[in-house]
Every structure is written in C-alpha cells, then in structure tokens.
C-alpha cells in the first residue's frame, strides 16, 4: 500500500471514528445549520449532510431560556419593559460600571457609543482594520474618519503606534478585544487621558474578559454584542456600558428617538431598542457566563498544550495581566506548514471540522472602502494575518473527544501533509 493510500485510509477511519464519537456527544448539525454558522465560501461549506460537523460556533440555549421567553410571550409585553431594565442592571453589575443600555445590536451600541459623546464630522477615530466591519462601519455611520494603525501579536491594536496617529482631529479611540483578548487598556487609557480623547471599547467579543482584574468594557463606554454566535446570546441584540451619568443619559435617548417623555423629543434619536424577549435571553445567559467562558479557557488550554509544537502553526499569544475568553481561538498557518491555509480549511471541513477565518479581508482592503482617503494605508500585520488566521472551535459544546479529534486531525495534517 502506498504512502498515499495509507493516508486516506487513515484519514477516513478518524472520520468514521468521529461520526461515531459526535453521534454518542451530542446531535449533528444539519447543512442548512452548517451553512448558516459557517462564514467560508460556500463550496467549501457546501459538505455531504452525513458527515457530522463540529460547528465552529453553536449557542448553548437550555430549559431556562425557554421558559423565560415563554413567560414573556405569556405576559403580552413583547417590547421593550422590565425584563431590559433587569437585564440592564445584572449587566452593569457584572461588568462593574453604574449603568449599561440595552440596544438592538453590537453596531447600534458602537455607532450611539460615538455619538452619545458627541462625535461626529470631521472627528477622527483611531482604531485597527482587523475585525468584523461593524467596528468601522459604526465611525462612518457617525460622520466620523476611522485613523487605522496596525495590530500586534495578540491581533489587538498595537498601542505604541497611537501617538503617531493623533492629530488635531482625533477625538476617540476604538480598541477591539478581538477574539475575546483585552488590548492593553492601560496605555490606552493613559494616552486617552493624556491627549483627552474618549475611548469607546468594543468588546462585541470579550464578555466577561478582563484587564489587571478589571473588566473589558469598564474603562471606556463598553460595547457589546449578543449576536448568536457570541459567548453569550440573545439571538440579535447590544449593551453600553459605562459609569459616566451624563453619556448614559445621551446614550438612553438615542436609542429611543430622542425622547425622555413620551412624545417629546429632544434629539433626533433611533429605534436601537432591545426587547423584551430578547432580554429575558439574555438574563439567563449572563448567569452561566462564566462558566461557558470556564470551558472555552479549558478547550483552548487543550489546543495550546497540543498544537504548540506543531510546526508552521502558532497558537494565540496571551498577553500578560489580562484574561481572555476565548470567543475565537485562533492560530497562524505559516508557510512553513505543509498545507496552505486554504487546503488545511479543506481538509479539515472533509473530515467533519468547522472552521472559520476570522478575517480574510481587513477592512481598509474591502471594496466598500476603496474609494476611500482614509483605506489608503499599509499595514503589513493586519494583511498578513488575514491571509493566515483560521479559528477552530472551542465554544462550550465542544466536547472532549471533539477537541481530541480535532487535535489528532491537525497533527497527522501537519505530519503528512
Ligand atoms: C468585533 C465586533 N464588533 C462589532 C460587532 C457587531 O455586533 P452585531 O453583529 O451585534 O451588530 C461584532 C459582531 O459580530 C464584532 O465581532
């Protein structure tokens, strides 16, 4: 038997044995569930329904959350009500600020974040083109200029590039905590105080991470998202935070047309509100926050003990003094790896892995910016790290025998190409 041969025998029976493993863990996801959580090109998505996919990402809804939206739908007040307003203060006392605001989504809370403070055209907002578009798209929506510098080892904005980006426009700065990592919020916030610029943090991924014991979105205006695939869900829904009364005030009234009294309103305002039904999702995922965020710290201990070593691949880099929690785990495929990164995606998806590629295009490079002054940058980090990341998953419902297949796939991978 060739080499060759023995391989794709190998590789089938590790398939099999993971059908058998999924089947006795937990139950398969169908294509259509498989195409709407995976974010690959759809050929690559596109997999025969028999083999059992490892989703990437998967929400962890129980009897609970079912309960609580029932007594909602049961109550008739489907809207916006008490259950916000008990959410909203669970919130805020978890994250450790005097007030969070409930919105509709991560990006309504990043675009009222900007405006609640009162930026807007001809401000400039400096921030990193390695996330998710909204975090962008939220400065534009304001009327603001996003100031792009690039990101460091831990994908996070680079803070020993921000002074050189300050000008006599900058009024913001916009970290991410991408993939569940605080920035350094230290010397951002020692620069904002500096050059008193606002910091509006987005923490759409970073729920319950935090910085020399603090936690991300309670140094500048938090936002978060509770997107289904977040480390906590309310199906679509966003949270301000912050201990400022002042911009709480603003914020609350932006996101309700501007009015305080009924009718009366002060400031042209939106409808970002969040509901009812929503929110009793949300009440009862914050009370297992931490322990889903306890188990992807314990799936992605398991994927750094095993692929460290894998050569052509580099495990994320946790920075000192901060928690991260693991809203993605990410690695690096070199070319030194025997696969590229496309063919290992391949591979993986063959045997059953869902992965993600968390992102291919950082935002100064899409099309929708390329008309754009302020996309006209280089920024050699971000580009080469969107032709390298790809995510395995390591959310709560990846169980021991998956995060085990999952290692085993990627050895023999990297050891046979
Ligand atoms: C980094 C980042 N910023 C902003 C957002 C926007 O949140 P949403 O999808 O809830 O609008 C997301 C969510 O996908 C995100 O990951």
Avoid at 113 to 123: E, K, T
Avoid at 294 to 317: F, I, K, Q, S, T
Wanted: some cysteine.
């Amino acid at each position: 038997m060739s080499s060759e041969q023995s391989s794709v025998i190998s590789g089938q029976l590790s398939v099999i044995s993971h059908q058998l493993s999924v089947i006795s863990h937990q139950s398969s996801v169908t294509s259509e569930q498989q195409s709407a959580i995976c974010h690959l090109p759809s050929a690559i998505c596109d997999l025969p329904s028999a083999i059992p996919m490892i989703p990437i990402s998967k929400p962890c809804i129980g009897e609970n959350e079912q309960r609580a939206v029932q007594r909602v739908l049961a109550s008739g007040g489907l809207a916006q009500g008490p259950r916000v307003a008990e959410f909203e203060r669970a919130f805020a006392e978890y994250i450790g600020v005097k007030h969070a605001i409930a919105t509709s989504n991560g990006t309504t809370a990043l675009h009222v974040a900007l405006l609640a403070h009162g930026i807007g055209a001809g401000a400039e907002v400096i921030t990193t083109p390695f996330t998710f578009i909204a975090s962008i798209n939220a400065i534009l929506y304001a009327g603001a200029t996003p100031r792009l510098v690039d990101v460091d080892d831990s994908f996070n904005l680079d803070a020993s590039q921000i002074e050189n980006a300050i000008t006599p426009r900058t009024k913001a700065i916009l970290p991410i905590h991408l993939f569940g990592q605080p920035c350094d919020l230290r010397a951002v916030m020692g620069l904002a105080t500096r050059h008193n610029l606002v910091v509006v943090e987005d923490a759409c991924q970073a729920h319950g991470a935090t910085f020399q014991g603090k936690r991300a979105g309670s140094f500048g205006m938090g936002c978060f998202s509770f997107y289904a695939t977040k480390n906590m869900t309310t199906g679509e829904g966003g949270m301000l935070t912050t201990s400022d009364d002042a911009v709480a005030a603003h914020a609350r009234l932006l996101i309700n047309h501007g009015m305080r009294v009924r009718y009366h309103h002060e400031t042209l305002g939106y409808n970002f509100r969040l509901t009812d039904v929503a929110a009793a999702i949300g009440i009862e995922q914050l009370k297992q926050l931490d322990g889903f965020n306890a188990r992807r710290a314990e799936n992605a201990a398991y994927y750094d003990e095993h692929l460290r070593n894998v050569r052509g691949m580099v495990v994320p880099r946790v920075f000192p003094q901060r928690t991260h929690v693991y809203h993605q785990y990410t690695v690096r495929v070199l070319p030194d790896f025997p696969l590229t990164r496309e063919e290992l995606i391949a591979r993986l998806s063959e045997r059953g892995i869902g992965v993600g590629v968390y992102y291919p295009i950082p935002a100064h490079q899409q099309e929708s910016a390329s008309h754009n002054e302020w996309a006209q940058v280089h920024l050699p980090r971000a580009q080469e790290f969107a032709k390298q990341v790809i995510s395995l998953p390591v959310h709560p419902l990846v169980t021991d025998a998956d995060r085990a297949y999952i290692v085993e796939t990627i050895r023999e991978l990297a050891n046979r190409g």
